[in-house]
């Protein structure tokens, strides 16, 4: 039966499958006619201590009655009767939205904000009075408040668009003219030198300009609550926008410039769909606090060891977000992954080759002037044999100011390679720290708490198990840290339905 996955943890590192998530059910709500998934969604807290899930069914063969098109259904809310969201209550229709082509919505959380009322965004485009698709004016967040979430009081009202921006980060590029998707909204990250009131917005860039639907961000504020988002331009790169994973961007080999410059989009759409858990502060917008993020890493439409089968797809590994002083979104794997290490091995310079097995953390900094070297440096993961040619290079690049993971001998052989980042260039004597986590099928940068590159690989053998330097010359000072890791989660791979 369609509808969502659910899975439960007590450490974010091992997952347990729960049945009884949101399904499709026989909805008719005021002439509406729809037995389909539940589209992407959220889950809150409401009132009285309730886990709800909102969502809006993804299709429908009839709108709600008075409603000009047969996709016009409302958003809805089913209520769990239990902690652990096993079972759930009758849909509850909260308000009507009507749009002149069908999306899904994708609302983000809502929350309470200040001034203790409930608020609610719905993702758009800007084009419903002109009917433009693809749309110029770019993509759109309506706002809707409220007095409750649901039930007696529940008073939801549209009070207008809170945000709209074709931008991306590629700068001047517009952005494919297509509605926002699987947004989010967050504020009170750890660092915030505003005492939590700046706010991120996260969204989904198609990919036909720009980013191939992977997950931007964009650092503002709102004046007041329901009041619109302005973009602070100094948290983000070229119009304020950054990328909280790099891996659908490749190098720009004709380009002369450095960092997001020396860019360009691919196709892939390595990790998406980014949002913040709620199970610590179901309020995530207005409360100070922890701020976890994890996504969908999408190995590839079809399985390159098996044609014509579909590829496996999973959870990203879960990140903290925070904010520097500079209003720089900062991130990090959460320090609960420290207990899969099982024992740990120190890679110098000259040392020897590393057999960590395909399971692998490193932990590696760089300090080096900047005249040192004009070459790329960093730390080869999941090497095929001592020559550590069939390997995946995790590498800064001095020359374009970018963090590279290049998979070249271990690419997909559909998709681009090698993915890149930005990373400002270094002052003499910085050091560039490199987090890397390589999993069989994937490896995972975190350079500096900055930039992160996701990239999907494909050795050729269970024996391609070596982690070695590359590239690093006695004018460096390398050092790296190799932990073996214990494995987490390896049931059963849920059917795709």
């Not at 300009?209 to 948290?235: L, N, R, W």
């Not at 977000?321 to 720089?328: A, C, M, N, T």
Request: aromatic share 8%; charged share 20%; net charge negative.
């Amino acid at each position: 039966q369609q509808g969502w996955e659910h899975t439960m943890s007590e450490d974010l590192v091992h997952f347990t499958h729960v049945p009884g998530a949101p399904r499709a059910i026989h909805e008719t709500y005021k002439g509406m006619d729809s037995t389909t998934t539940p589209c992407s969604g959220f889950v809150t807290i409401d009132e009285d201590g309730r886990p709800c899930a909102g969502f809006r069914q993804c299709t429908s063969t009839k709108g709600v009655n008075g409603q000009p098109h047969r996709w016009d259904v409302p958003m809805e809310l089913r209520c769990a009767y239990d902690d652990d969201m096993t079972e759930w209550g009758d849909s509850e229709m909260l308000f009507n939205v009507s749009f002149f082509r069908a999306l899904p919505y994708d609302p983000p959380r809502p929350w309470i904000d200040t001034d203790g009322k409930w608020y609610m965004l719905v993702s758009l485009d800007a084009c419903n009075d002109t009917h433009e698709h693809p749309c110029p004016a770019g993509g759109q967040v309506d706002i809707y408040r409220s007095d409750k979430l649901h039930g007696d009081g529940a008073n939801w009202e549209k009070i207008g668009y809170m945000f709209r921006e074709h931008r991306t980060v590629l700068g001047g590029n517009p952005g494919s003219g297509v509605e926002f998707v699987t947004s989010d909204y967050i504020g009170g990250l750890p660092g915030d030198p505003n005492n939590g009131l700046t706010r991120i917005f996260l969204n989904n860039v198609d990919g036909l300009k720009c980013c191939a639907g992977t997950t931007s961000y964009t650092v503002g504020y709102q004046e007041k609550p329901g009041d619109y988002f302005h973009i602070i331009t100094e948290g983000g790169y070229k119009n304020g926008v950054g990328m909280i994973d790099w891996g659908a961007f490749t190098v720009n080999l004709t380009s002369n410039g450095t960092g997001v410059d020396a860019l360009q989009r691919t196709w892939y759409q390595a990790l998406s769909m980014m949002r913040t858990l709620g199970s610590e502060d179901a309020n995530q917008v207005a409360h100070s606090s922890r701020k976890v993020i994890v996504g969908w890493n999408q190995y590839d439409l079809t399985n390159p060891k098996i044609p014509g089968k579909p590829a496996p797809s999973s959870m990203s590994i879960p990140r903290d977000l925070s904010l520097s002083p500079k209003l720089v979104l900062n991130q990090q794997f959460v320090p609960e992954l420290k207990k899969l290490r099982l024992n740990n091995s120190l890679l110098a310079y000259n040392s020897s080759i590393i057999h960590a097995g395909m399971q692998v953390e490193v932990v590696a900094s760089f300090v080096m002037s900047v005249n040192a070297t004009t070459e790329q440096f960093g730390v080869s993961v999941l090497g095929c044999d001592d020559s550590m040619q069939a390997a995946t290079r995790v590498v800064y690049d001095p020359m374009r100011g970018l963090l590279v993971v290049n998979a070249t001998t271990q690419g997909h052989g559909i998709r681009a390679p090698v993915a890149a980042g930005p990373l400002d260039p270094l002052e003499d004597g910085q050091t560039i720290n490199m987090h890397i986590i390589a999993d069989h099928s994937y490896v995972v940068v975190i350079a500096n708490n900055v930039t992160a590159v996701t990239r999907p690989v494909v050795p050729i053998n269970d024996g391609c198990g070596r982690v070695s330097f590359s590239g690093v010359t006695e004018s460096i000072q390398a050092k790296a840290e190799v932990y073996t890791l214990d494995s987490a989660n390896n049931g059963e791979l849920l059917p795709f339905n």
